[in-house]
């Protein structure tokens, strides 16, 4: 939700199914990237007279890059697949799955969603042996299995959503060339990062730039530091739990975590225009203090869409680089979270080439097909990293398969009066002087007052 917030723009109301490309974009065996064995195997798979429909999120340049994954299914088994989308997906597919015209695969970057939909009936539960595939061969794979598990109808828990195509949240960027004239050196942990800033402070300058304004969503920025430092400073199973409800907004946990982001954005010394400034300071501008001269600032956490909006030129790698938003020396138990979205795959309508889809998903070749192009990271830790288009996508792929948990945005997973309202305005008033615990106790009373 926050990246279509940050990213969408207007789009035509539905995209009908699509026919079969022209050409395959790599041909095999011609480029020692791919794993062409793979598609030698999927040959032996014969879909020939199947038709597969695939409803996913993928509109524009996007929907292009997928048909150029989905072309290899076809080549390889002979099957007819048609893809299509809508501008409303998330409402098209409730629609369909409830009037029994579903597609044979639905793509959802909503999990709280998905998990609606199997608790219905909707879903079709994929096999013990996808998700043990899961757990073996992708970055904390107990944390994606957790991630595609819901209740079925009868309140059984089971396997139904094959995570494809991932997003990653726990990223700071800077300039290198600010670092070196400075002789900064990447901090390793969050007591180093602390001590970094400090030394930036010390000499003159302000470490970060933060920026919570996004129109009617401002505030969500701000989320995202929240629930990257409680993965940080609480378990795992306690973030669940804050998902939940369990565990409440007012509860010590939370309350420092909130707290925890206040050292950084509620400092004056720490924030480029002071906190006062960091409500008031649009998401997409508040990176550029980073490229002024002198520097505004040294740091920006933020995702990997957010390059977007650097100045345009900015070359990735060299006049703009990043780290891994590190984790507590102190808490080595929680070793190294990543924070993160993604889209899932799922069976809505049953059928062999269905299940032979899933199956295509798990070879290397399915992922580094469009590692090769744009915007698509995997922790798949089986593909061949080099087969990213850049080094700065092969760093980020890197973060995730060498993740030891994964957690999907917490408000995106909240119901949408608190992750897509109270958590915002919530953080918004922290950042304009309310305490930790008020802010906590505010947002706690919005969710219990839901009916």
Request: charged share 25%.
């Amino acid at each position: 939700m926050k990246l279509r917030l940050a990213l969408t723009v207007a789009t035509l109301a539905l995209a009908v199914a699509t026919p079969a490309l022209a050409e395959l974009k790599f041909k095999p065996g011609e480029d020692a990237r791919f794993n062409w064995a793979n598609f030698e195997e999927l040959k032996k798979v014969d879909l020939k007279g199947e038709t597969l429909t695939v409803f996913g999120p993928w509109r524009g340049d996007d929907e292009a890059l997928v048909q150029s994954i989905l072309e290899y299914f076809r080549e390889a088994t002979g099957a007819t697949v048609n893809y299509a989308s809508s501008e409303n997906y998330e409402q098209q597919i409730v629609i369909d799955t409830e009037a029994g015209s579903p597609p044979n695969i639905a793509i959802l970057p909503q999990p709280g969603l998905l998990a609606d939909l199997a608790a219905k009936g909707r879903l079709v539960p994929l096999t013990d042996g996808d998700a043990s595939f899961i757990k073996d061969n992708y970055g904390a794979g107990e944390s994606w299995v957790s991630l595609g598990t819901y209740k079925d109808k009868d309140g059984a828990s089971k396997f139904f959503a094959f995570p494809y195509k991932a997003d990653l949240k726990s990223l700071v960027w800077y300039v290198p060339e600010n670092f070196a004239d400075a002789d900064y050196e990447i901090p390793k942990t969050m007591e180093e990062l602390f001590a970094l800033s400090d030394k930036i402070v010390a000499d003159g300058g302000k470490p970060w730039c933060i920026g919570l304004g996004s129109g009617g969503a401002t505030g969500w920025p701000a989320t995202d530091w929240v629930e990257d430092l409680m993965l940080r400073t609480q378990t795992p199973e306690a973030y669940d739990k804050w998902v939940t409800n369990e565990l409440k907004f007012d509860s010590p946990e939370v309350v420092g975590a909130i707290d925890e982001f206040g050292k950084f954005a509620r400092n004056d010394a720490y924030v480029d225009g002071g906190a006062a400034g960091v409500a008031s300071t649009d998401f997409r501008d508040s990176p550029k203090g980073l490229f002024a001269t002198p520097p505004k600032c040294y740091m920006h956490r933020q995702a990997s869409f957010i390059p977007s909006f650097f100045p345009e030129g900015t070359k990735l790698g060299q006049d703009a680089d990043f780290f891994y938003f590190p984790p507590f020396a102190s808490k080595p138990e929680l070793g190294t979270p990543v924070l993160g979205a993604g889209t899932l795959v799922t069976i809505t309508k049953d059928s062999k080439a269905a299940r032979a889809f899933i199956d295509f998903l798990k070879l290397p070749l399915a992922h580094e097909l469009w590692m090769a192009q744009s915007g698509f990271l995997t922790p798949l830790k089986t593909v061949n990293a080099e087969a990213y288009a850049n080094e700065t996508l092969k760093k980020e792929g890197a973060i995730l398969t060498t993740a030891t948990t994964f957690r999907f945005d917490a408000s995106d997973l909240m119901p949408g009066k608190i992750g897509a309202g109270a958590f915002w305005t919530g953080m918004v008033d922290y950042v304009g002087g309310k305490s930790a615990a008020d802010t906590g106790a505010a947002i706690q009373k919005a969710w219990d007052e839901i009916k």
